[in-house]
């Protein structure tokens, strides 16, 4: 099997990887500080092909890899996939100020280099238009030029680099 994304969730490190049709389950493995791979979860069911790993810090970056088993026997682990664990941002304020502005305010997450702010007339973001604010926090963010008296979503996402990639 092979890894095929890792990405950040609500509740941790979301790890997908591709089916083995031969597979009864599959072996999730993270590399610790040491640099050995140490198993974090066994999926039971050969039809999942994703596990979402709890038990991680803001911050910090991960490896992973995943082996499909049959009985007692482990198949080779998959290509590595890396990333940062980057906690969700929260929205402390969002606010209608004066006529065709939203002010939007976050919490500080001391990890992350920005946030991408996404807003939109519509539910499914289609059409969404995106700012990039930098800095651990936005204080006081204004969102101008929309219309007065039209519901907006907006949407705020954390962001970092590490070296050349960008999580």
Do not use: C, M
């Not at 974090?40 to 991680?56: L, N, Q």
């Not at 006529?99 to 500080?108: D, E, Q, V, W």
């Amino acid at each position: 099997t092979k890894v095929t994304s890792v990405s950040n969730s609500t509740s941790g490190v979301l790890i997908k990887w591709n089916r083995d049709k031969k597979a009864n389950g599959y072996l999730v493995y993270r590399k610790n500080d040491s640099g050995h791979w140490i198993k974090i979860g066994k999926v039971k069911e050969s039809k999942t092909t994703s596990f979402t790993d709890k038990d991680v810090v803001n911050g910090t970056k991960y490896q992973y890899t995943v082996a499909a088993y049959k009985g007692k026997k482990t198949g080779k682990k998959s290509s590595e996939a890396a990333i940062v664990r980057i906690s969700r941002p929260k929205i402390k304020s969002i606010k209608t100020a004066p006529a065709g502005t939203i002010k939007l305010g976050t919490g500080n997450n001391s990890k992350v280099i920005g946030y991408k702010i996404k807003y939109s007339k519509k539910k499914n973001f289609k059409n969404a238009k995106t700012v990039t604010v930098k800095g651990t926090k936005v204080r006081a963010y204004q969102i101008t030029g929309l219309t007065w008296g039209k519901k907006y979503y907006v949407k705020v996402r954390s962001y970092l680099k590490d070296g050349d990639e960008k999580y």
